[in-house]
């Protein structure tokens, strides 16, 4: 059983190299290092998965419900602008989870303003870098332990 689930969508295997003034300069895995040890600090078990593929995050999505993940960290990248599936296959599972974006989605382009997540999130991290995805765990490891799981 996994308690927490990280997401992260298209062109996000690429963060370290990929347009640095709006991603920073972390590796996704250096980023998955740290939630690992945070995870670990906190007594959660955690899963990383990345995809450029629409098609393999629902399906991912989907198996999170029958693992009864408890809580899933999301960064959609691309797809938040686009994707009613993803969205779908969050809604179906009713995991809660948290959206994070490491650019500020509100301060770019218009098209990145609107997230089909953000309504159905318990929370948005936009903006803060690396660090958001930590700050989004630390509040997912919260949420479950209030649950008394
Ligand atoms: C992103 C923002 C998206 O607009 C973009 O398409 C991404 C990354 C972010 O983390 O800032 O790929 O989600």
Redesign the pocket.
């Known amino acids: 059983m996994t308690d927490i689930l990280v997401l992260n969508?298209?062109?996000?295997n690429l963060l370290g190299s990929r347009e640095p003034d709006?991603?920073g300069r972390d590796t996704l895995e250096s980023i998955n290092t740290r939630l690992q040890a945070l995870a670990k600090a906190g007594g959660v078990s955690i899963e990383f998965f990345q995809s450029n593929a629409e098609h393999e995050l629902v399906t991912r999505v989907q198996k999170a419900m029958q693992d009864k993940v408890a809580f899933i960290v999301i960064?959609?990248?691309?797809f938040?602008?686009t994707s009613v599936a993803l969205r779908d296959a969050l809604a179906a599972t009713g995991i809660p989870f948290i959206e994070v974006?490491?650019?500020n989605?509100h301060a770019r382009e218009a098209f990145?303003k609107h997230s089909y997540f953000s309504d159905l999130a318990r929370g948005v991290i936009s903006g803060l870098g690396a660090t958001g995805y930590e700050l989004a765990l630390q509040a997912a490891i919260q949420q479950i332990k209030a649950q008394g799981k």
Do not use: D, K, Q
Request: hydrophobic share 25%; glycine share 12%; aromatic share 6%.
């Open positions: 969508g298209p062109n996000l709006h991603y960064n959609p990248a691309g938040t602008h974006h490491l650019s989605i990145r």
